[in-house]
């Protein structure tokens, strides 16, 4: 197939350092996305920027904004005057547009507040009231209300009124004369309805909905599960206050996703391309710190075994083998326990099941695995160290049971942590890494070197 | 704030489990979401469930199966008759379908097949004749589609023609009269213009794409930065095919960071609660006997070193420590690494920048932790294992060092090999893993034991 990349970037770079009029170039720059326009963005100069700024209308330019990252859109609002920067600001989604007040100093903030409408200023007002870790702080306002007790020709009037300033249109959300929550009218049904139907037929009033204080973390799930274009978003009081439209669920689970995975690796948060490195430093830096106070520990009781390891030097070679096999395996149960848990809830007798289940697989992958070991490490030993059969079997027999037991106690080790974290309402993906491996080290050595002291000094009495 | 809970579960099997007539059951029913119905499906007995096939209607069954997870779905086809089944199956989007026909035995499938409109067949045909990893298996062809050359008015009526049967109507496509893709109109735009508005004054010709053929991890990244309630899917010859919805996107970006996180934790595969053990054993075992073998090429390796150990035996107990540590910051390297290149297209020069971003925080991390261990190590031994403050110090002072220049090492291995893996067109998250490990394992083995030798044996000539 041929390649049919769309790039536009050098389109629309050609456009802007055109010489053209500015209607015409207005017009030919309107063809193109605003998400390829924000894309062209960051490489512009600043000559080149004013004159869009400029040249583009206001409807435009906002969409460009919304699709801008906050911090580079704080940047633009430095190029353009106030007045112009407050039009811009007022007409975007409001909650990309609150996130880019975050991003500015707080007197040119004050500037921009005064010069937006009373509306606007409220919409900003409730959705910076929410905490980053609320859904309400992930909303938009812009959305179709209507009361309850309109015919389906006063609905379609009210929404063709409000469609002119909302983007989300697709479901209309009815509420009661308090303001109070009541349905959602899918758009769909409201266009196919006949004009004399009653409105109340075509109201959904099991239409799912979430309350603006609940945790990010506990309603993501159910906002995908309903997989609607839109959910509203209610106060303590059932009034509606705005919706999640699925773009910020999409916004969402990237970073719920983003987040596990960069706390599974040992990092505080996700990193970028642009950070400073002292940002990056303190965001790795945590995990380090206390990974090194724990290796510290193995070390140690590592050290307790030195006496096997100077009369049986041989073992010793194979501590990382069985080390390294114990984290794999609890990684790998770790990284199951932590995505089941992300997606379902579950009963006790299902955790129970999950910490079997894991156990079961430890142990026949870990016998597997043993046999092998066994096999391919004996020989290894009696071709290559110079041993007799009888001792090299022996060593390799006793890292063959050593891997076995260290795999099945890491599995359930692996499974139980997570669920414990959970239980105790701390993020497993966050507490979970540094104590496995260090729990999975300590199993794995005490184990390995124990079997080796028993099995190999005292009982076969094996030494060099 | 008091606790509500949306579980609407127990209510609706009091109701399905009550005696009421069919008509009362049915409009009580249908006051709760799709969704928690088809969470209530698994929890009813045989009898139960054909109850409700006879009492809910085709589109409120077409709506709960949509919400099924596939395989459920295929056991309840098979409670219900044919005739009934191909009615709810014609009724689903056309991506849902598709995969639920692939759980049913091809006997059944036929049947089923034979009993639907020639038009849904020929959407299924279309949908199933692309492979899993290309978008066009993604794409619902539920969508409103107009030809470009009517008025406004002509336009509305064609939409609520198709209203009627098709869900996304949140935006209308346009094409020309060879079916070739031309643009799209906004709904809102077409609700509020006048009447005898020109249809091409909407349309915006702007309007991202992609098609069919293209992988799905190459444009996932592009539908979810234009972020649109739907993207127009085309064949080869730009006519449109179906769309991607947003709750499209939403299920392929969780599938594919699930993926990553799977794979990331060394298995090839996501796994969830209900596999059977052979299929989880088949997900670990691969990856778990790649370790197995590079575990034995680093203890090969390891045992190189063991005169090292004979003749200063206290140096092998910091070897975890060394090793874990070149091991977590490998991981963290590789996890940024990885993450950025998910999100972003690099030129070769961002790419050398990450390396040397990485190396540099490798460096300082390494600096700051390694006069750390030098301080605590070198007290520790003094204190604890009875030897000389000359003997404790130089022997955690080679751990410093050692650690520095494993964490150093450790951060370009875990930025260049997925960068190496990803220019070869392999995905990083799968590859990196086991390699990173096994290299900076062996760097860290070398460089530690290497400078034990001969910083304290032969320069020092230190032993015991």
Partial sequence: ??????????????????????????????????????????????????????????????????????????????????????????????????????????????????????????????????????????????????????????????????????????????????????????????????????????????????????????????LKDYSEDSVPVLDNDNRLLGVITSANIIDLVDDEMGEDYAMFAGLTAEEDLKEPLKESMKKRMPWLIVLLGLGMVVSSVVGVFEHVVTQLPIIMAFQSLILDMAGNVGTQSLAVTIRVLMDESLTGKQKV???????????????????????VIGLYIYLFKGKTLLFSYAVSGCIGVALLLAMLISSAVGTCIPLFFKKINIDPAVASG???????????VVTYYGLGWILLIQVLHLAG
């Fill in 1 to 222: 197939m041929e390649k049919r990349t769309q790039d536009y970037t050098g389109e629309i770079l050609k456009i802007i350092r055109s010489n053209t009029s500015p209607a015409v170039m207005c017009s030919r720059l309107e063809d193109y996305h605003a998400n390829d326009l924000a894309d062209v963005m960051p490489e512009l100069t600043v000559q080149e920027r004013c004159k869009l700024y400029r040249i583009l209308d206001m409807d435009m330019l906002s969409d460009i904004f919304e699709y801008t990252d906050s911090d580079n859109a704080a940047e633009y609002l430095k190029e353009i005057d106030v007045k112009k920067g407050a039009a811009i600001l007022s007409r975007m989604e409001t909650d990309a547009l609150v996130e880019v007040l975050h991003k500015i100093d707080k007197a040119k903030k004050r500037l921009l507040l005064d010069l937006m409408d009373d509306e606007v200023r409220h919409d900003i007002e409730v959705i910076a009231s929410f905490d980053d870790d609320e859904i309400g702080s992930k909303m938009t306002t812009n959305c179709i209300i209507i009361r309850e007790n309109l015919t389906v020709k006063q609905a379609m009037s009210s929404l063709v009124e409000q469609a002119a300033k909302n983007d989300n249109i697709s479901t209309l959300f009815v509420v009661t004369e308090q303001q109070k929550f009541y349905g959602a009218i899918d758009l769909k049904d409201l266009i196919i309805a006949r004009q004399d139907r009653a409105l109340e037929d075509l109201v959904v009033t099991s239409y799912p909905y979430v309350y603006a204080e609940e945790d990010i973390d506990d309603c993501i799930e159910k």
């Fill in 353 to 375: 099941e999950l910490v079997f289940k894991e156990m079961k697989i430890g142990l026949c992958n870990g016998g597997l695995l043993g046999i092998l070991s066994f096999a």
């Fill in 434 to 444: 540094p104590l496995i491996t260090t729990v999975n080290d300590l199993v794995a």
